[in-house]
């Protein structure tokens, strides 16, 4: 029996290319170019699955493609805003992505976001590596202490759960959140961790706030000005979600008067651009996008996308369904 034929968008790790190509017969972009939308539509006309990723737009234009091959979409990723659930159900479509496997490398870079803003890492590097620094002295690039601080959970999944333990556990915080559907008793026992009715809530006492919630029409600009103007005046704002779930001009303009301390951002609204005025910002520390972005996390996104690939062409129900 010859076996499915599958076309993976971007480049992946190669230990799970390796596999990829053991079960199926791979089409790779050889060169990790993004794909155009003809691109994208060739692949859904000439493939039995196509594995796009979190920089990939499926929208409905795409999976207009006529006629359809594919049967499945083998999402390289947890987060599925980038793909139209609703075109992909009306063109029969399965929809899976990789939950779990990137909790916590995800959640250890909304850490290190937290800690480099409030220490003034990126800002230090820079000083160094400028040759701008003339030695050690009491008021030099003093930052904010993180220890012992109110750590604010807007979204309580696995991957602010994961920040939530480290956070508490490991620096002591005192964690408060909000979720329409909160984790079980005993995480927030463990956590010794408050739940919030609103966001409103968590803004007004946090003294860093973390945005945990999925992108999409629903959390669209969910950080508006009124929102980031109820933050606590030096209260430090972190996005290791999607980038459109803050207004990124609201967020400047509170970022320019100060009424937050900082920010730091992995993603951004219409990544990979990112907005000027971010760029000359002290105040701000940027990333490329990195929050997944360990070998051993990269690797297992590959090898669980091809398990739900597998279980579908297997006859049985992926695990990570999605539609
Ligand atoms: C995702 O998986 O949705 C991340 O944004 C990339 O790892």
Redesign the pocket.
């Known amino acids: 029996m010859s076996k499915p034929k599958v076309v993976i968008t971007r480049r992946w790790p190669e230990a799970a290319e390796a596999r990829a190509k053991e079960l199926f017969d791979v089409v790779l972009n050889e060169d990790d170019h993004p794909m155009s939308i003809a691109e994208l539509q060739e692949a859904l006309e000439t493939a039995d699955a196509v594995c796009p990723?979190?920089s990939d737009q499926i929208t409905a234009e795409v999976l207009g493609a006529e006629p359809m091959k594919c049967k499945i979409l083998g999402n390289?990723?947890?987060?599925?805003n980038h793909i139209d659930l609703d075109a992909a159900k009306s063109r029969n479509l399965v929809v899976t992505?990789?939950p779990e496997v990137?909790t916590d490398c995800?959640a250890d870079i909304a850490m290190i976001l937290m800690l480099s803003v409030a220490r003034r890492i990126g800002e230090g590097e820079r000083h160094v590596r400028n040759k701008e620094w003339t030695g050690w002295r009491p008021t030099h690039m003093m930052g904010t202490k993180v220890t012992g601080k109110t750590l604010g959970l807007i979204g309580m999944g696995r991957i602010a759960r994961a920040m939530a333990h480290k956070a508490h556990h490991g620096f002591g915080m005192k964690i408060i959140f909000t979720d329409p559907y909160p984790p079980p008793d005993e995480i927030v026992q463990d956590l010794n961790a408050e739940s919030r009715d609103s966001i409103e809530d968590v803004l007004k006492d946090a003294d860093f706030v973390s945005l945990h919630c999925p992108g999409g029409e629903e959390t669209y600009h969910l950080l508006n000005e009124e929102r980031i103007k109820m933050m606590k005046p030096g209260a430090f704002l972190i996005n290791s979600?999607?980038g459109d779930v803050i207004d990124p001009q609201a967020l400047i303009t509170a970022l320019k008067n100060g009424s937050i301390a900082g920010a730091g951002l992995d993603?951004y609204e219409g990544e990979p651009n990112v907005q000027e005025e971010f760029l000359s910002m002290e105040n701000v520390v940027l990333l490329p996008?990195l929050?997944?972005?360990t070998i051993e996390?990269r690797v297992a996104?590959g090898m669980r996308a091809l398990d739900n690939v597998k279980a579908f062409f297997d006859g049985k129900e992926p695990g990570d369904r999605v539609a």
């Open positions: 990723t979190v390289y990723g947890v987060g599925f992505n990789t990137l995800t979600a999607r993603v996008h929050g997944s972005a996390t996104m």
